[in-house]
């Protein structure tokens, strides 16, 4: 059996933004099939790895590089990588008036699966995604984003994601401002997403999420850079000890 | 054989060879007016059209105003003062016009013509190498219906032969030659344009289409269009097209007046594409009567220089009004577009929705007017002008003005100016569409008010054209 290449290697990331340094040193593996976690508290900057993971403009790679599928993507446009196989769940979805959902979908999805796609069939999919993730069909019409309420950004986030088939989705903070119905619902849309061929990086605050979409490796995430890994017990014990406990059992190593 | 020249005629030349019709028997008197306009000039042309008496004497005073009155001191004076007045032809008849060369067609002209897939003869038709374009059969059964529901719909010229007493009436009643520079020359050398009259009670289910389908004429340099609509009736009128309009006439100076009596509806919708050497000069204003509504729907995405403010004048009660703009200025464009609303009755009410992008240096001018008289109370009227600046050469100016003389009255304006969202790019960036695909996508998205309420061949070729504006591929 030969060695798996990682569908994602990032190597000793260094990104900066407004010539603020934001990650300090990010090193991350993950493999088709896997599902990770990073956790870490607000201002850690977790969410500007996801940013610069898809290549916002802002973000800039100041050392270091991203690999995936094996190919450097470090200079790469947020289009090529979601070409490629990348893709993004917001945090905060952007609204675009006058564009309507059903337009924006179709589109992005023929750009990404590089042909058109016939209508019918894209229709009889979006349909079913929609119904499992409980999207209600007037969506359809309404203006991306426009007016949602948070758990609607989110769901429609994911029913993105359903269609796109990314090879590794990342998600940011995909379960805050849901209920549990909503996460529930959000999670089981989460998991379809999962294959061996596929990998889901789930960035998130809280545990809670967790409990639905079960990763196998946990990192956490530190002034820029991941301090700590284990496997999925480790986002209990953080649940249990909170983060502060990660720090303090760091410090006497010098790292930070 | 003259009994059914008039047969034809009394449903309009809709893609006929109008030559054919109007002139066959004129054909010994070949006239091409020399360049500068002179008194003898409107005369001939006048003469040659057969005119009653009364309109060669309209002609005439406005010739007299348009002489006397000076350039206009606001707007684009640079622009406007290079206008060589004595160096323009005023009357061509489109059998004499003589035939381009395809080869001198603009590159840019033929690429668009290409991406946007225009047929091969509407090509040659729109750029002026062939005076004329076939009809289509579908325009036979549109001919029927209006001839059985008592729809007159004809050019201008001919209008003015077969309905003297009707148009007589009213041409000029909602803007005199007086109103302005533009309006005088008009009503001094009018030619082509489109008379509709509808009976009434009687609603045109399917809007009147006058462009590139009909012929040259319609697309002359001083159009004259009348519309009225008596009480009750509904009619949509639309003009232009947005593919690119090419024309070695520089100076477009066109006149629409409509008049929507009690309970009637009027739309017009208007789409230019000028090519960029041409000033598009025109004057269009509505009389709106008790609990009538007129609509203009008005896309500016061609020209070097448009000036043009669609008004209503609301005058009876309960009259409505809505003016849903856009403009589009690319380089070396000036699109100084707008509306005029004047509330002179109680419980009347208006809209503007005015949206425009400017790019690569293009301008876009906002000039609005919202007046109410007194003693009109009940008025409302409710502006929204949106301005999109799509890099750092180019340019946006809002000038509203308001003049309300009545207290009892809610009027709301409202005005932003942006660039495309950074955070919206990324966003549908990362969902696969290149950097010019989303572009496009959030300009759709910005015009879309307006793209919603063209017909859908129209705003399927809007969103096309401004793909390819986008991409860089059309100049």
């Known amino acids: ?256 | 054989m003259s009994a059914e020249l008039i047969q034809d005629q009394s449903i309009g030349n809709i893609g006929n060879d109008y030559s054919q019709y109007g002139f066959q028997d004129k054909e010994d008197y070949i006239f091409k007016s020399g360049r500068g306009l002179t008194e003898e000039i409107v005369r001939k042309i006048s003469s040659m059209k057969n005119e009653p008496e009364w309109m060669l004497k309209y002609r005439l005073r406005a010739l007299e105003i348009f002489l006397k009155k000076p350039m206009p001191k606001w707007g684009n004076c640079g622009l406007l003062d290079s206008i060589d007045f004595e160096n323009i032809f005023y009357f061509v008849r489109s059998s004499e016009r003589s035939e381009k060369n395809w080869d001198d067609v603009p590159e840019g002209i033929k690429q668009t013509f290409d991406r946007l897939g225009i047929p091969e003869a509407e090509r040659k038709f729109l750029a002026g190498v062939t005076a004329q374009y076939e009809s289509e059969v579908v325009y036979h059964s549109i001919r029927e219906d209006l001839l059985a529901q008592g729809v007159i719909f004809l050019d201008m010229d001919t209008g003015l032969r077969e309905h003297e007493d009707i148009i007589r009436k009213h041409f000029g009643t909602v803007i005199p030659a007086a109103d302005n520079k533009f309006s005088a020359l008009n009503s001094a050398v009018w030619s082509g344009g489109s008379f509709v009259w509808v009976p009434e009670g009687v609603r045109v289910e399917i809007p009147l289409q006058a462009y590139f389908r009909i012929n040259a004429e319609n697309m002359g340099q001083f159009e004259r269009t009348l519309i009225i609509a008596e009480p009750g009736s509904y009619v949509h009128y639309i003009e232009g097209c947005t593919a690119p309009t090419y024309s070695t006439d520089s100076l477009h100076s066109a006149v629409v007046e409509l008049i929507a009596k009690p309970g009637s509806h009027i739309r017009y919708t208007t789409i230019q594409n000028w090519s960029k050497n041409v000033y598009n000069l025109v004057t269009k204003r509505a009389v709106a009567d008790t609990d009538a509504k007129v609509e203009w729907v008005d896309g500016n995405l061609g020209s070097k220089l448009t000036m043009k403010y669609p008004a209503i004048h609301l005058i009876g009660e309960r009259a409505h009004g809505e003016v849903l703009s856009i403009a589009f200025a690319g380089e070396d464009q000036h699109q100084d577009a707008g509306a005029k609303m004047v509330h002179a009755a109680p419980n009347t009410t208006s809209m503007i929705v005015s949206k425009s992008i400017s790019k690569n240096g293009g301008r876009t001018s906002y000039r609005g007017l919202v007046k109410v008289h007194p003693n009109c109370p009940g008025s409302k009227s409710n502006v929204k002008c949106d301005a999109l600046l799509l890099d750092e050469k180019s340019r946006s100016d809002t000038y509203p003005t308001m003049e309300i003389d009545e207290k009892d009255v809610t009027i709301e304006h409202e005005a932003t100016v942006s660039k495309v969202g950074e955070e919206q790019l990324f966003y549908l960036m990362s969902r696969g569409l290149t950097q010019d695909e989303a572009t496009a996508m959030i300009i759709n998205g910005f015009f879309e008010p307006f793209t919603k309420e063209l017909p859908l061949e129209y705003a399927v070729e809007l969103n096309r054209l401004i793909q390819l504006e986008m991409s860089g591929s059309v100049g």
């Open chain 1, 1 to 256: 059996m030969t060695a798996k290449q990682p569908l994602l290697s990032v190597q000793n990331l260094h990104a900066k933004v407004e010539d603020k340094e934001i990650l300090k040193g990010v090193n991350l593996e993950i493999f088709p099939g896997e599902v990770h976690a990073i956790m870490g508290r607000n201002g850690s900057g977790k969410s500007t790895l996801s940013y610069t993971l898809m290549g916002h403009p802002r973000y800039i790679v100041t050392e270091g590089k991203i690999l995936f599928k094996g190919v450097d993507i470090t200079a790469m446009t947020p289009d090529e990588r979601a070409r490629s196989g990348l893709a993004l769940a917001f945090q905060y979805p952007v609204a675009i008036p006058g564009v309507s959902v059903s337009n924006f979908v179709r589109a992005s999805v023929n750009a990404v699966r590089g042909k058109d796609v016939p209508i019918k069939e894209f229709r009889t999919e979006l349909k079913e995604q929609m119904k499992k993730l409980g999207v209600a069909n007037e969506f359809l019409g309404r203006y991306i984003n426009d007016g949602f309420s948070g758990g609607e950004k989110k769901r429609l986030e994911i029913l993105q994601l359903a269609l796109l088939k990314p090879a590794l989705a990342v998600l940011d903070e995909t379960d805050s401002g849901l209920d549990i119905d909503a996460l529930k619902t959000v999670s089981e849309g989460i998991n379809n997403l999962s294959n061996p061929e596929t990998a889901i990086l789930l960035i998130t605050h809280y545990q809670r999420i967790l409990n639905y979409v079960e990763p196998q490796f946990v990192h956490v995430f530190q002034d820029g850079r991941i301090v700590k890994s284990g496997g999925g017990e480790l986002s209990k014990e953080l649940e249990a000890r909170g983060y502060d406990w990660v720090s303090q059992e760091l410090t006497p190593s010098g790292v930070s």
